[in-house]
Antibody, heavy 117, light 110 residues
């Protein structure tokens, strides 16, 4: 199970941190992904973090690179998305996802982030 | 910048068959792009249907199938049911590190 939290209303230029609490699987071995969906729009990949044992860079989509940071706390089975310099176009429902070699098979319910003055 | 394209909308009659496609502006879609397909109904998170081109999840109804055809990833619904009316999204993994969704297909069952 994945449960996102931390969404809310923030002003343009502001910051916000989302959390994704994981349970029911070995979190440290999971590749974790953030995906977002703007109101009435399609799905957009945000970024992905490899499992702890898989050394490699964190990958980000171009629109968020340099502003968003993905991290994880394996001791708390939690994934984070730190968002800075937020823009109105970042308004979306943010989902964390994962899979066990079967694509993005597990999704949370999402957290709504609204960027507005 | 690669663009992944799907039909914006399709209409199918109950009991009919419809094929949704997913194309990449960077070239033919291959099994190495690990095509995934998702179904989304209003107010719900996406529901995974297909992964790695043609593999079904345990919850995926048998009437859904995925394949590669003519350089495109395809999702075929055979014997469409009214509850299949939804938005459908494809997802491609480019080089295993950059993921990209198609714009989605709105499927109407009429």
């Amino acid at each position: 199970k994945l449960v996102e939290s931390g969404g809310g209303l923030v002003k343009p230029g502001g910051s916000l941190r989302l959390s994704c609490a994981a349970s029911g699987f070995t979190f440290s071995k999971a590749w974790m992904t953030w995906i977002r969906q703007a109101p009435g729009k399609g799905l957009e990949w945000v970024g992905r973090m490899r499992s702890t044992s898989n050394d490699g860079p964190i990958d980000y989509a171009a629109p968020v690179k340099g502003r968003f940071t993905i991290s994880r706390d394996n001791s708390k089975n939690t994934l984070f998305l730190e968002m800075k310099n937020l823009k109105t176009e970042d308004t979306a429902v943010y989902y964390c996802t994962t899979g066990a070699g079967d694509g993005e098979s597990l999704w949370g319910q999402g957290a709504l982030v609204t960027v507005s003055s | 910048q690669t663009v992944v394209t799907q039909e914006p909308s399709l209409t199918v009659s109950p009991g009919g068959t419809v094929t949704l496609t997913c194309t990449s502006s960077s070239g033919p879609v291959t099994s190495g792009d690990y095509p995934n397909w998702f179904q989304q109904k209003p107010g719900q998170p996406p529901r995974p249907l297909i992964y790695s081109t043609n593999n079904k999840h345990s919850w995926t109804p048998a009437r859904f199938s995925g394949s590669l055809l003519g350089g495109k990833a395809t999702l075929t619904l055979s014997g469409v049911q009214p509850e299949d009316e939804a938005d459908y999204y494809c997802l491609l993994y480019f080089g295993g590190v950059q993921l990209m969704f198609g714009g989605g297909t709105k499927l109407t069952v009429l």
